[in-house]
């Protein structure tokens, strides 16, 4: 699923994983280390990108899996993905995103969190081919950050994410960014991967966890709370978003009232669900006539839209232009610069 999102997401725009506005939540815990990322780290990751990632493709590393190497060499404005569970470290270059009417930028001195799959408009707003956009995700892994809630201390008691966004970015300290500069240093010495993997992973969940953005993953990671059962509803919804709509359905089925679901479901990402699933259909339709050459009309069936006519309305008012002028504009902008 990870790598279909990281897919889709680079047809579809380039678009991918990062964050909003600097969040102004309390830490849910002091980091361990709240020094600055050396230069040294930051430039050894910009190496490391800069021989794997050769073109503006995902990269997914096999070894690694959840593992994604990102490079692109010029702006991109208005692109469309779908971003899945994970943290993000930019590199080299910064970045402007849409979540529902929200606008958020950040760069090199901050992390990008997601923690629940949201559709979303991003652009590049640094690149060049001379000092090309460089960036790096990892999904996250639940499993793991339940296991550290256990282990870990826990959050001191009335910290909790004021903004409850499910996207959101952190400080970039030195221990975060040199531990991902050990993940991609593993690429180059594949017979330690196995054992040391999952060791630098584990540590890079316990920075979040212990980091600006550990309030916001304890609550999604916590069976009993209603985000954690909300996150689950949108992953109903994610998987049958081309379907008719049914909040009251997804409302019941997280056991709670229609009104509070509603507030709980916007609260997290911005959008209503009626909101949320229109922009997953749009996301959708692009990247099939993008990637795959289909019509404006049978892409708005495969994707769910009864009326074609509705379709290009809606799809108008995301994207600025009607499909066809969208694709045709989009597929310019992609041509080579003459030197």
């Known amino acids: 699923m990870f790598a279909q999102s990281c897919e889709r997401a680079a047809q579809t725009g380039k678009g991918r994983y990062h964050g909003l506005q600097p969040s102004h939540d309390p830490p849910a815990m002091p980091e ?11 430039a050894s990751i910009v190496r490391r990108l800069l021989e794997r990632a050769i073109d503006s493709s995902p990269h997914m590393p096999p070894e690694i899996p959840g593992l994604m190497l990102i490079r692109i060499d010029q702006p991109y404005l208005n692109t469309c993905s779908v971003y899945e569970p994970c943290v993000a470290v930019i590199a080299q270059g910064s970045k402007r995103i849409m979540l529902g009417d929200e606008t958020l930028c950040y760069g ?3 992390y990008l969190i997601t923690s629940m799959d949201l559709p979303v408009r991003s652009a590049v707003v640094e690149a060049s081919a001379a000092r090309p956009y460089l960036g790096v995700a990892l ?8 296991s550290l809630m256990l282990e870990s201390p826990a959050a001191p008691a009335g910290t909790v994410a004021r903004d409850s966004r499910a996207m959101t970015t952190g ?4 221990p975060l960014l040199e531990a991902f500069d050990r993940l991609l240093a593993l690429l180059d010495q594949p017979e330690h991967i196995p054992a040391l993997a999952p060791l630098i992973k584990r540590e890079i969940h316990y920075r979040l966890l212990t980091g600006e953005a550990g309030a916001r993953l304890r609550q999604i ?25 049914r909040v009251e359905t997804l409302a019941r089925e997280s056991g709670m009232s229609l009104s509070t679901f509603h507030h709980h479901f916007k609260t997290l990402t911005a959008m209503s669900p009626l909101q949320y699933q229109k922009q997953l259909r749009l996301t959708e339709a692009r990247r099939l006539m993008l990637s795959e050459g289909m019509e404006a009309s049978t892409a708005a069936f495969r994707v769910g839209y009864e009326s074609p006519s509705q379709f290009s309305r809606e799809y108008r008012r995301s994207f600025g232009a009607p499909p066809s002028k969208d694709v045709a ?3 310019w902008q992609q041509e080579p610069v003459a030197a």
Do not use: K
């Open 32 to 42: 361990p280390s709240s020094t600055p990322p050396a230069p040294g780290a930051r």
């Open 108 to 110: 090199e001195d901050r």
């Open 139 to 146: 999904r996250l892994d639940w499993r793991e950050i339940a």
């Open 171 to 174: 400080a970039l300290t030195a």
């Open 221 to 245: 990671a916590t069976v009993d709370t209603q985000s954690h059962q909300v996150a689950r509803a949108i992953a109903s919804l994610n998987a049958r978003f081309t379907e008719p709509l």
């Open 329 to 331: 504009e989009f597929r």
